[in-house]
């Protein structure tokens, strides 16, 4: 049958398109011809083609199961646009009427339908089964299949019953679409969808055109990102937040700062969504700040960013969302912001999951960090994990080729990490090796019997950090491999057997370093404007000035990172001097004339532009914590009753109450002070504070010896610098 259409020109006449791209007319003729299909395909290589021509073209309708309600509209519009009649492709879904239905059914039993999308959960419904039963279906489109697998990013139980649904409704060809699959998530697919002897059709996951990049994520992040903007300005641009919540802050801090952005998740009604899209498409707004529900078929070619506020929780989901920049081939920046403690909060997010799926999703979490953390290529690392290899040794589009680390040879840890996993019999994880290598008697191993093997703490006398970029770099340099089945046991390869008995050089370079906290210095420091280190010694000199004057250690009139970011950013009035951290608006007022009387007047005289796009606006998103808490203090609440009432730990309730008094408010904790700290040991602090250069808290610990603990060394503090200093 396939044999007669001529298919470039169908594609002409309904697409306006001159040829295919890639394997899609082969992916077509395979299907037409009553072949199941599987088709693996990256973000803006034209997955939906494979499936809307062929629909257009056969006899019958194809039924399209896809997960998203804005996909559907926004494919049915596509489609109904390019055809002189309405009804050539219609949506099944929850949010249909009564009349609706009665509109596409009709549609559908007189031909004029080719193209019926439909939610799974839609699909299962009793009464739509018994109408498909009556109904010639051409072939079943499983878009979006990676939601079949658990170990795909975004699985969704409901797509497991398609299969049996298929077979009552009346079986046709299935062709399954995924933009993102590893081998096991593959295999899962096909499996669950009944099409083993399915015709593989995969593209190259290589986007040479997209530039990946990841930076430390810190206290600065909110700058950095409208930094970023401003300097690609008017240009289209999604960023990924985890929460709901931050999707709204960061919105509006965008807004405040003159960035036409709006904010989308599942938790807006349906109105507001689709408003949102049509205006990112139609250009209105430039910059969406979105959860993952955003952006799955969003056929958008000229993204030029993407943005991730929050590590994704696995590889695929990175992948896909990246996917949606710069899908014309042009400009795409991918820039994602880490710290290790965005990868607890994930993992504590799965502790009541059912055990196995925490332990899925564990290990999908492990691969982001070794992305993360690698100095190797990005670009090799992501084909890496989706099974494809890249040959180059620089592919000079991401941050960690852009700036290469240093080589160090790793032969002799190579051979540890080998010999290891064949002693334990190729059958435990990469943390049980590193443990195994270390000779870290864990519960574990010692279970095992295996502390008692002569392999056991073969390297221990090596740098404990090389571990872990060994073991990535070997699995990408094929030495080692990860059993599909049992995810995440290590295996050796024919190489990796090989190198065992005659080894040879393996240079790596070391993974990179990444704070705990959202405190460390910005990873790429030019990002974030340079310090004038002129202009920072100046201000410190009238720091000091100002200090000797009210007789006060310097740090009480701006710490030192206040001083550094007037260094960067020359604030030259008091709306300013607000923008800098840890300067509120009674230290602006109190200590501010001088020190931006001084900044003007070296602008002028070392004829310095300032840096306009570093004044960023924030917006006071944690000033409703911070009231209620200065509130809470003047009707003197116990601190104890405090952080619990708020839902923080006491020593981040001390984090808030420091902020609020860095930045110049008046807070009296006296009440608090009496009941829990000894009147001798107020005093010794206090006086210490008085005379010391520094309010550095383990400075302070080792000048006040051990029988000072911190909590009440941080509470003197809070005292002292809000008696002195505002």
């Known amino acids: 049958m396939t ?35 599987f088709v693996l395909m990256p973000t803006g290589g034209g997955k939906s083609l494979c499936y809307q021509l062929p629909s ?36 099944l879904n929850s949010s249909l009427n009564k009349s609706a239905i009665e509109k596409v059914k009709n549609d559908i039993l007189n031909g004029t339908t080719k193209l019926l999308y439909v939610a799974p959960e839609s699909l299962t419904k009793e009464d739509n089964v018994e109408f498909l039963k009556t109904v010639k279906i051409s072939f079943y489109a499983i878009d979006e299949a990676h939601c079949i697998s658990e170990w795909g990013h975004d699985f969704r139980p409901e797509y497991r019953r398609i299969r049996p649904i298929i077979n009552e409704i009346g079986v046709a060809p299935v062709i399954a679409l995924t933009a993102t699959a590893t081998d096991k998530v593959r295999t899962d697919i096909k499996k669950n969808l009944g099409i083993m002897d ?59 700062n003159e960035i036409k952005a709006a904010p989308y998740h599942a938790g807006l009604d349906s109105a507001t969504r689709s408003q949102t899209q049509d205006d990112f498409l139609m250009e209105r707004i430039d910059v969406i700040v979105a959860t993952i529900a955003f952006g799955m078929g969003i056929d958008k070619p000229d993204v030029r960013f993407v943005i991730h506020y929050d590590i994704p929780k696995s590889l695929e989901g990175y992948y896909q969302e990246t996917g949606r920049a710069g899908r014309d081939g042009g400009e795409g920046i991918c820039i994602a912001f880490y710290a290790r403690k965005d990868l607890r909060k994930l993992e504590k997010f799965m502790e009541n999951k059912p055990v196995a799926e925490q332990d899925i999703g564990r290990q999908l979490l ?11 290529c990005r670009r090799k690392m992501l084909l890496h994990y989706f099974g494809e290899e890249y040959h180059e040794e620089n592919c000079h589009n991401c941050d960690n080729c852009l700036h290469p680390t240093e080589k160090f040879e790793a032969k002799d840890a190579l051979l540890v990490v080998l010999e290891s996993v064949a002693a334990v019999k190729e059958n435990f994880r990469q943390e049980y090796i590193i443990d195994f290598v270390k000779g870290r008697a864990t519960d574990d191993i010692v279970s095992h019997k295996h502390d008692e093997l002569e392999e056991f703490g073969a390297g221990e006398d090596m740098d404990a950090k090389v571990w872990n970029p060994v073991i990535r770099q070997a699995l990408i340099a094929g030495y080692l491999k990860k059993d599909v089945e049992n995810y995440g046991l290590l295996k050796l390869t024919a190489a990796g057997k090989r190198f065992i008995k005659n080894p040879e050089s393996f240079m790596i370079v070391a993974d990179k370093e990444f704070s705990d906290d959202f405190d460390g210095a910005p990873l790429n420091e030019h990002n974030t404007g340079a310090l004038d280190s002129t202009l920072y010694a100046i201000l410190k000199d009238l720091r000091k000035t100002v200090a000797k004057k009210h007789k006060l ?31 509120g608006a009674g230290k602006a007022r109190r200590y501010g004339k001088e020190f931006c009387k001084l900044i003007n007047k070296y602008c002028e005289e070392n004829l310095i532009e300032r840096p306009e796009e570093l004044r960023v ?67 010794d602090i206090y006086d210490y504070f008085m005379e010391s250069d520094t309010d550095d808290l383990n400075v302070a610990q080792d000048e006040l010896g051990e029988d000072y603990n911190e909590d009440e060394i941080r509470l003197v503090r809070i005292k002292f610098l809000s008696e002195q200093a505002n």
């Not at 073209?57 to 646009?81: R, Y």
């Not at 990946?212 to 950095?224: A, F, L, P, T």
């Not at 492990?366 to 953390?373: I, L, M, R």
């Not at 998103?621 to 200065?630: A, M, Q």
């Open 56 to 91: 257009l073209i056969m006899e019958g309708t194809a039924i399209v199961i896809s997960p998203l309600i804005a996909l559907m509209k926004n494919q049915v519009d596509v489609i109904n646009g390019l055809s002189e009649s309405d009804g050539v492709a219609h949506y």
């Open 366 to 376: 492990q691969e982001t960090a070794a992305y993360a953390e690698s100095s190797v």
């Open 617 to 683: 606006r924030t917006v006071a998103k944690k000033s409703v914590l911070k009231v209620s808490i200065i509130q809470s203090i003047d009707r003197q609440i116990d601190l104890d009753d405090l952080a619990e009432a708020k839902g923080l730990d006491f020593s981040e309730l001390l984090d808030e109450i420091e902020a609020i008094v860095y930045s110049g408010t008046k807070l009296n904790i006296d009440y608090f002070i009496e009941e829990v700290v000894d009147d001798d040991h107020v005093d």
């Open 553 to 583: 250690p310097p740090y009480v009139i701006f710490q030192d990172i206040s001083l550094e970011q007037m260094a960067t950013m020359y604030p030259v009035d008091m709306q300013e001097l607000q923008n800098i951290q840890g300067v």
């Open 3 to 37: 044999e007669q259409v001529n298919l470039t020109g169908q594609l002409k006449h309904y697409f306006g398109f001159d040829s295919f791209k890639g394997d899609q007319e082969a992916i077509i003729r395979n299907l037409m011809s009553g072949n199941d299909t």
């Open 198 to 256: 399915a015709k593989e059709f995969k593209s190259s996951f290589n986007r040479p055109n997209l530039y990946y990049e990841v930076r430390q994520k810190n206290k600065d992040i909110d700058r950095q990102i409208i930094m970023f903007i401003r300097q690609h300005k008017g240009k289209s641009g999604i960023i990924y937040c985890l929460s709901r919540k931050k999707v709204e802050e960061l919105a509006e801090v965008l807004k405040a």
